[in-house]
């Protein structure tokens, strides 16, 4: 069974920096596009970035040039460097990838179970 564990979220000031990890756990072949969400009460979950298995990647227009996402492949984990934080920032900030479980299998979905990032003002 595939596990996608994050870690990293927490509290910080508007101007400063965290970074999220997801890692995963369990027999899998490879991850194939890995991205990061983020959802706030009442409003629909949000795409903040993506990286595929090539190593191109995505963002939100909020967060160009203060988010960086990454990923290592032989550690199966992908992160996300959040820099100049703002309070906007402020959500449940979730992973998500595509996973392959053998070399002839398709690719299945699983998400993080979520991490809370709050940016005081």
């Known amino acids: 069974q595939v596990e996608l564990v994050e870690s990293g979220g927490g509290l910080v000031q508007a101007g400063g920096s965290l970074e999220l990890s997801c890692a995963a756990s369990?027999?899998?072949?490879?991850?194939?596009?890995a991205r990061w969400y983020r959802q706030t009460p009442g409003k629909q979950r949000e795409l903040v970035a993506a990286?595929?298995?090539?190593?191109?990647?995505d963002y939100a227009d909020s967060v160009k040039g203060r988010f960086t996402i990454s990923r290592d492949n032989a550690k199966r984990t992908m992160y996300l460097q959040m820099n100049s934080l703002k309070p906007e920032d402020t959500a449940v900030y979730y992973c998500?990838?595509?996973?392959?479980?053998?070399?002839?299998?398709?690719?299945?979905?699983?998400w993080g179970q979520g991490t809370q990032v709050t940016v005081s003002s």
């Open positions: 369990g027999s899998l072949f490879g991850i194939n596009i």
């Open positions: 998500n990838a595509g996973v392959q479980l053998s070399s002839r299998s398709v690719i299945y979905d699983y």
């Open positions: 990286t595929s298995s090539g190593g191109n990647t």
